[in-house]
């Protein structure tokens, strides 16, 4: 993705790409990069014209997107050693044991849901099984570099929300992020008790980024109503939107609605999904710039730790409570 143009050209194709990114969030779903009221697409961006009109700020952002990439084959690796290596003894041990339980597995296997998983803290303090012995060195490396993405990602979003762009950095205190990893396996279709991999939801925190070792299954709800199957490059990360960015927001940009179908599973399919929050103490609310009489607060704000236990879940379940936050309209 590294683009090596110069000068007006490159500054024209960075704000083309923060144009793509702003109408992506606004129009939530149904556009690509090339025609964006034609097609119910995902749209492709290149991360690196965020920040193209600072070279070295643009060369440390590919520098960040690179190191994590070069992590991702060894995070799917490693996955795919603790599903295979470890026994149904072995993996049990983690198990929910009490609310504040840092590492969970569990297995679904029934007409709503099919998948196997492993769900760890990553961040502010990363915890993982002793076992595979690869497992901790393989997973680690990868969140250390998307930790970098993050938070370049978090400079390119407060601009196009019109603030500086150390805004959601500290807005969201993200040095202290609670950031939770949800690791799949998905069987294949002839194998699971129904089509349905995860059901249709919404996840909470900033933004859900997404790895995986075969393309497909995973889809989008778009605004018009139809579901689009996401075709995800092999090698990209997928970034989808979280609640608390729409609320932050005051629901001008959306938490997409997704699920994960097993229609189309030929081999069992490995993914991780890393949500990336806020501080479990940070009040998260509507802000200012977005309230005014035509727009009143569309939400209840509380800290990101209450929000995620809202609805009787423990912390690391990552469960969305959007609806219980929404507050009703009335004329």
Same mark, same amino acid.
């Given at each position: ?8 050209? @490159? ?24 025609? +964006?009221?034609? @097609? ?28 994590? @990439? $070069? ?21 049990? *041990? ?14 679904? /296997? ?7 998983? !492993? ?8 915890? @993982?099984?002793?076992?595979? &012995? ?77 790895? $995986? ?18 075709? +995800? ?13 729409? +609320? !932050? ?12 179908? !097993? ?15 806020? /501080?479990?103490?940070?009040?998260? &609310?509507? &802000? /200012?710039?977005?309230?005014? *009489? ?24 990552? $469960? ?12």
């Amino acid at each position: 993705m590294a683009n090596r143009m110069l000068g007006q050209e @490159c500054f024209d194709l960075k704000d083309k790409a923060i144009s793509h990114l702003h109408d992506f969030f606004l129009n939530s779903i149904n556009s690509d990069v090339s025609a +964006i009221d034609l @097609c119910d697409e995902i749209p492709t961006i290149d991360y690196s014209l965020l920040f193209s009109e600072n070279h070295d700020e643009r060369a440390k952002s590919l520098e960040h997107l690179g190191k994590a @990439c $070069q992590e991702f084959e060894g995070a799917l690796k490693g996955i795919s050693d603790f599903f295979e290596l470890t026994n149904q003894e072995e993996r049990s *041990e983690y198990l929910k044991k009490n609310p504040m339980d840092r590492i969970r597995w569990g297995s679904r /296997s029934h007409a709503g849901e099919n998948r196997e998983y !492993l769900k760890i803290v990553a961040h502010p303090e990363y915890h @993982c099984p002793s076992k595979p &012995a690869s497992f901790r060195g393989a997973i680690g490396e990868y969140f250390k570099r998307m930790y970098k993405v993050e938070l370049g990602l978090a400079k390119a979003i407060s601009k196009i929300l019109g603030y500086e762009e150390t805004y959601i950095k500290k807005e969201f205190k993200l040095e202290a992020g609670f950031d939770v990893s949800a690791m799949n396996l998905y069987p294949p279709s002839f194998q699971s008790k129904g089509s349905i991999g995860v059901p249709e939801h919404t996840d909470p925190g900033f933004f859900v980024s997404l790895i $995986q070792d075969v393309n497909g299954g995973l889809q989008m709800l778009t605004h018009k109503g139809n579901w689009v199957t996401v075709n +995800i490059p092999r090698n990209a990360i997928f970034i989808n939107l979280g609640d608390h960015l729409e +609320i !932050l927001s005051n629901g001008k940009y959306k938490s997409h609605i997704h699920q994960v179908i !097993l229609d189309n599973n030929e081999v069992n399919r490995i993914s991780m999904a890393t949500l990336h929050g806020p /501080s479990l103490d940070i009040f998260v &609310a509507p &802000a /200012s710039r977005f309230i005014d *009489e035509s727009h009143p607060p569309a939400y209840r704000g509380m800290t990101y730790k209450e929000s995620l236990e809202l609805n009787g879940s423990d912390e690391i379940d990552v $469960q969305s409570s959007l609806s219980l936050l929404r507050i009703p309209f009335s004329l």
